[in-house]
């Protein structure tokens, strides 16, 4: 399996995969629930980041079994989904962007899979933290969709879940941000580590607080993804249909080994590579 798709808010259904099943994975971080289909012949895995019908808040969510249990299955390259609210008058609601830089405000604990002790220390370089090779096949794409996008943008990550102040947002800007979001980090930072090619479509889905004439809403972003359902499906099958069989960046040679996800694949899950969930 090369390849999987991380759907963020809105997106629990791509409506790409055919032969679907559900499973639940065993990883050493817990449990982490994902859909596997085909595409054109392909298998590909499918997670929803909040779950599947949104019930895992930003904060809540279990990003070192997401990424260990794709690691675990032999994924190469991430394709995920974000919505974002934009801090640019160049990026507006509506606006695809494929980041490639962050700024981290997250306070969640969980930064990496390194933690001392028996697994060690790393400090690995995050130049290119988003994957440029899928990132340039996903601007091709779009411009030939005809789909308004943007190649490169700043995203810095607040891990709510409340929305940000004006006062916060004031701040991204002065620092060079161009979006805000809640769930890009530490994803990308742990798909580092594990080797794996990142990439992030983030949907322009409102103005950031302080920008917008009016209150934030969750709602209101939810309208904004599903209106722009149809384009992101379409984006996405047709990178996925250019992805080359090798890969052609540094992602991989900039992470590291995380030998203890073999041998918790080997000792826990079935002959099929499969938990027994």
Known sequence: MRI??????GVYDPRILSNVREETMDTPYGTAGLRIGEYRGEEIAFL???GFGHTVPPHMINYRANIAVLKMLGVKRVIATSAVGS???DMPPGMFVFLDQFIDFAKSE??????GGEHGVVHLDYGEPYCPEIRGIMYEKANKLGIEAING???VCADGPRFETPAEIKMFEILGGDLVGMTSVPETVLAREAQLCYSSIAMVTNWAAG???TPL????VVDIMEANGEKLRSLIMATIEELPEERGCGCAAAGVEIPWLDEYKKAHWSQHGRSGA
Not at 110 to 115: A, C, G, K
């Open 110 to 115: 969980v930064r990496t899979f390194f933690d």
């Open 211 to 213: 920008i917008s004439p």
């Open 48 to 50: 929803a980041r909040h």
């Open 87 to 89: 801090l640019s008058p």
């Open 4 to 9: 999987a798709i991380i759907g963020g808010t």
């Open 217 to 220: 809403t969750h709602q209101e």
């Open 153 to 155: 943008g700043c995203y």
